[in-house]
């Protein structure tokens, strides 16, 4: 645009303006209407030098015609603003309106059952101490469950576990009574010295009530090593019944097992003083014919081992009164342990 000043041209750019604003539809669009016009490089701009152009009488009157084209514009422009920021916020909010009676999508957090809190707790203190954890088959060989464990052939320490055996006869295959079965797995495989635990399901054919389940869980401690003695079983038990039951204080008792000697119950003082004593573990010294079976030397070599039944511990610590409730699976017992402690 040459630089000649020009009112009526600028009245009709005015009118032009104000049209487009009205018809700008968004804060962007406006802000592109101010710049054709009144930007550094709008029209208006480009105009304003001509002023300088004019007599020194009538650029006064040409800068007052400017400052009111300014005014008029500058007015339409922030009505138009307005109106333009109050709709954008409208559908701003509009877009972000939740509708609170749909139904619920999320799922809520799961539960875990009981047992798996205890014996993940369990195999917590173990790989604390440094322990390494293993496990073994549950469809067992009738040697790992009984012959190597020092149980003779048709001793009745076998009855003592009422044992599922598994067909054919010849297989000699049971399902393991007990994770006992595990330490001489754990013997033949590991290196020595070995501290090792393992968690496993084992099945005897008791019925099903209140304190028994064909089907339970146990934990199996097992360490050889040089000099063990009866009072390294004893601290290991005590740790773990101190980390499961807080202050528990534990005694162990005479018992018979075929695969430990001298073997023991431990008891546990729940409750500190004033307490119960309730049964927590078979316990005792690796008998030197389970280290032999294993082909570990006993003269060299002593062990201890202690076993754990998961489902007591599980009742003893959240208080669960009949076996039927952990075996059910009824998903609202489960929920009331949550994700433990
Ligand atoms: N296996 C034994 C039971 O099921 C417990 C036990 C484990 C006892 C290890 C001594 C040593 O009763």
Redesign the pocket.
């Known amino acids: 645009m040459n630089a000649v000043f020009d009112p009526q041209a600028l009245s009709s750019f005015l009118e032009e303006g104000k049209k487009e604003i009205e018809a700008a539809g968004s804060s962007q669009e406006l802000e592109a209407v101010r710049s054709k016009y009144f930007g550094s490089q709008g029209l208006f701009s480009l105009a304003s030098k001509s002023i300088g152009a004019l007599q020194k009488g009538e650029r006064k009157e040409a800068g007052e015609f400017f400052g009111k084209c300014k005014k008029e514009f500058d007015s339409a422009f922030l009505k138009r603003k307005e109106r333009v920021e109050e709709e954008e916020e409208k559908a701003k909010l509009e877009g972000e309106k939740v509708d609170m009676t749909l139904p619920f999508t999320r799922f809520p957090m799961g539960s875990l059952h009981p047992v798996t809190l205890a014996s993940r707790q369990i195999e917590s203190f173990f790989t604390s101490l440094g322990w390494s954890l293993g496990e073994g088959p549950e469809v067992e060989h009738a040697w790992y469950n009984f012959d190597a ?1 020092n149980f003779p052939p048709d001793h009745p320490a076998r009855q ?2 009422d044992t599922f055996y598994m067909l054919p006869e010849e297989s000699r295959l049971v399902l393991r ?4 079965s595990t ?1 001489v797995r754990e013997m033949l495989s590991k290196p020595l010295p070995l501290y090792a635990a393992s968690i496993g399901r ?1 099945f005897r054919s008791d019925p099903l009530d209140a304190f028994h389940s064909p089907v339970f869980h ?1 934990c ?3 360490a050889v090593d040089r000099g063990l003695s009866v009072s390294d079983l004893k601290g290991v038990l005590g740790s773990l019944a101190s980390r499961l039951f807080k202050e528990a204080e534990i005694r162990l008792r005479p ?1 018979y ?1 075929p ?2 000697e001298p ?2 119950e431990m008891d546990m003082l729940l409750g500190g003083k004033g307490g119960k004593w309730v049964e927590l ?4 010294m ?1 008998h030197p014919n389970v280290l032999k079976s294993a082909g570990i030397d006993p003269e060299k070599y002593t062990g ?6 998961i489902e007591r511990v599980a009742m003893l610590k959240y208080g669960i009164k009949d076996m039927h409730d952990l075996v059910e699976g009824d998903e609202r017992f489960s929920r009331q342990f949550a994700m433990g402690e």
Do not use: I, P
């Open positions: 464990l003592m576990q009574t007990q994770t006992s330490q084992v146990q199996e401690g097992l018992s097992f695969f430990t073997s023991f573990a078979g316990a005792g690796v201890f081992a202690f076993g754990v039944g």
